[in-house]
């Protein structure tokens, strides 16, 4: 019972906590109008990283608390967003000849690069494609072992999703019929390729970091240490909660005017300096870093996970079935053909360059009834959070001008 009312009171603090956000509101502005006098700037850019972080921020109306000067944009949080679309080419291909695809629920709209029907995995079951969601990859690994079918799971996700992979392989439960299409991402290599596409296009720069809470619940706050060493970005890991954000812009804000960059943890409910050891060694003993492609952005150096030796040999879904990978430049302006749609901004989208009002496609050929692009597709994207939530807090006529 007192464990259940701490739970209650942490809810209260950080949700529903109206005076607190009031004062931090005060404290925001003041660091903010000091810093832009101090430095003579128009605008104080600040990316938050996490798909969860940009709908808070936009559910709860945050950026409409802050000085309008301070720009508040999204990076690349959401996993969805960034698997390549010949990976999903893969999984429709594989389902329409009869092996089972399982995956989780915000994946069945993301479309391949075909322009035909079936575009994605949602289609491709309407064809009569073998398609499952389940809410696990032990549930694949249930499914896959009590029935014995020919077998894939479409694994994505960041490295909050990694420990269920590597635990499950360590303990030997996957079985040899279920095999991996892995579309692992890594964060921290997407923040420094982040940074770079700001810095080579001579952009307004980024300020300070929102790092992502659940992400470094597993790799820990020193993940991100190289952001103040080498880039001397104040940055701080956050939660979810309304107050959470707010606190974790004023703590930057804080750094900022005091001329020191440190990365400090606002979500000590639930993030340590060093991580999840025991997470990260089972995740250390089953894969091994490798270069990736993000979709709309080309391929990041050591971004992403594979399976080691023998395991890669038996159970990458790419390898067994024979699937060439595609590999594309490291270059935003090199789109890469079909890797994003015609007019869609995504890859711009995903690196704070763009905001989804910029689109041409948003909310005319794409919306969260039907997504076009993939930054369209989940929840955590930041065009559906837009859609679906308003522009960045406020309407979409709004930020148009309507």
Known sequence: MVAALDQDQIREVFRQNLALADKLKVTINEHAEEIKDRENVETIKIMNFCGTHEWTTTRYGIRSLLPPFLDLVAGPGCPVCVTPASYVDAAVKLALEGVRIYTYGDVLKLRGSSLSYPANLEEAKSCGGEVRVVYSYLDAISEARRTGRESVFFAIGFETTVPSYALSFRAGLVPENLKFLNAIRLTPPAMKYTIKVHQDRGLLPIRGIIAPGHVSAIIGASAWDFLPREHHLPTVVAGFEPIDVLMAVAQILLMLKEKRAETRIEYKRLV??????????????????????????????????????????????????????????????????DDLPSGCKCGEVVVGISKPVDCPLFMKGCSPAKPWGPCMVSSEGTCNVWARQGAGGLTVETRRGG
């Open 272 to 337: 340590r300096w060093e991580g999840n050891v025991y997470a990260k060694d089972a995740i250390a003993s089953i894969f091994e870093r490798t270069d990736a492609v993000w979709r709309g952005l080309g391929t990041i150096p050591q971004s992403g996970l594979r399976l080691k030796g023998e395991l890669f040999e038996k159970f990458d879904a790419l390898k067994c079935f024979g699937i060439p990978e595609t590999r594309f430049e490291t270059d935003l302006q090199a789109k890469t053909g």
